[in-house]
Nanobody, 126 residues
Framework: QVQLVESGGGLVQPGGSLRLSCAAS????????MSWVRQAPGKGLEWVSD????????YYADSVKGRFTISRDNAKNTLYLQMNSLKPEDTAVYYC???????????????????WGKGTLVTVSS
């Protein structure tokens, strides 16, 4: 029922930019907060960013703050992640995830995720 499909990943050089998209279906997209989470090769899951249901509040990991921008278009049921000034350490599979709440919980950003996409690979290399 719930489907989250990421796209936009690929190979990019350090300092470059990439925009990821997540197409959502099977639920009322505008009612839920959403997240981006990533997993670097051989590493664990790392929370990247959250956005509340209306798109008015955002939250970022320190590692991406100032470089990445999360946004959403509720009319298109789509979540975005604009990534600028990319670094090799940004190389990872990026997942979008649905939260169980409409709001962001600042102390537990990795919590409250009930559905995940299959991910899209971002490789930052020279």
């Amino acid at each position: 029922q719930v489907q989250l499909v990421e796209s936009g990943g690929g190979l990019v050089q350090p300092g470059g930019s990439l925009r990821l998209s997540c197409a959502a279906s099977g639920f009322t997209f505008s009612s839920y907060a959403m997240s981006w989470v990533r997993q670097a090769p051989g590493k664990g899951l790392e929370w990247v960013s959250d956005i509340n249901s209306g798109g008015s509040s955002t939250y970022y990991a320190d590692s991406v703050k100032g470089r990445f921008t999360i946004s959403r278009d509720n009319a298109k049921n789509t979540l975005y992640l604009q990534m600028n000034s990319l670094k090799p350490e940004d190389t990872a599979v990026y997942y979008c995830a649905k939260k169980t709440s409409s709001r962001i919980y600042y102390y537990t950003p990795m919590g409250g995720m009930d559905y995940w996409g299959k991910g899209t690979l971002v490789t930052v290399s020279s």
